[in-house]
């Protein structure tokens, strides 16, 4: 079973502050994804990361996949009170159909 | 914008009553997957489906709980009886290749009294 570790749990900011969220594993993923969840909702996706060392931009989210495919990290530039919600990590191994999820991060931005 | 269907989107059950949840995924998606959520936690893979076949049920409590995908589209997830500990959200999500275009219902929110 791969596990995937979040944190921190909660994080609780000022709109207009920098955040970063992490994504923690010991074993290898052939491909990560984020995803945000508000409140009474599915997941929605934001980014898929594939190759080691991968950097991508989303407006003010910035998503780095780890060098051994281990870990995953996502910054947030300036927060905004609608980026309020649930992050979430997903990841694949190897040939793996499915996805499995991290722990969540619980995002709440003040305005 | 194709979207997985999911009803009912709230079900509150007794305990020990039996309770079914539809999924309807996006037309085309061959592997359909059932997902229970703890309240702030990430979701747990119940059983997924590919076409009308499962592919892993490892972690579905089969004691009372069961799903099906007759024809290979739509899906019934089913509890009987349902305990207390079974409140969660229920999501459902379809993909059409692998983990790639994974798309989620908007889930059904279990509440067990």
């Known amino acids: 079973t791969q596990l995937l570790e979040q944190s921190p749990q909660f994080l609780s900011i000022q709109e207009g502050e920098n955040l970063t969220v992490y994504c923690n594993s010991s074993?290898?993923?052939?491909?990560l994804q984020w995803y945000r969840q508000e409140p009474g909702e599915g997941p929605v996706l934001l980014v898929t990361v594939v190759t080691g060392g991968e950097v991508k931009k989303l407006k003010r989210l910035t998503f780095q996949f780890g060098d051994a495919r281990k870990d995953s990290s996502l910054h947030i530039t300036a927060a905004q009170p609608g980026d309020t919600g649930l992050y979430l990590c997903a990841g694949a191994a190897g040939s793996a159909r499915q996805l499995t999820f991290g722990s969540g991060t619980q995002l709440t931005v003040l305005p | 914008e194709a979207e997985v269907a999911q009803s009912p989107r709230y079900k509150i059950t007794e305990k020990s009553q039996a309770v079914a949840f539809w999924c309807d995924p996006i037309s085309g998606h061959a592997t359909l997957y059932w997902y229970r959520q703890i309240l702030g936690q990430g979701p747990e893979l119940l059983v997924q489906f590919q076409d009308e076949s499962v592919v892993d049920d490892s972690q579905l409590p089969k004691d009372r709980f069961s799903a099906e995908r007759l024809k290979g589209v739509d899906s019934t997830l089913k509890i009987q009886p349902a305990e207390l500990g079974d409140s969660a959200m229920y999501l459902c999500?379809?993909?059409?290749?692998?983990?790639?275009?994974?798309?989620f219902g908007s889930g059904t929110r279990l509440t067990v009294v």
């Open positions: 999500a379809s993909s059409l290749q692998g983990i790639y275009g994974y798309t």
């Open positions: 074993s290898v993923f052939s491909s």
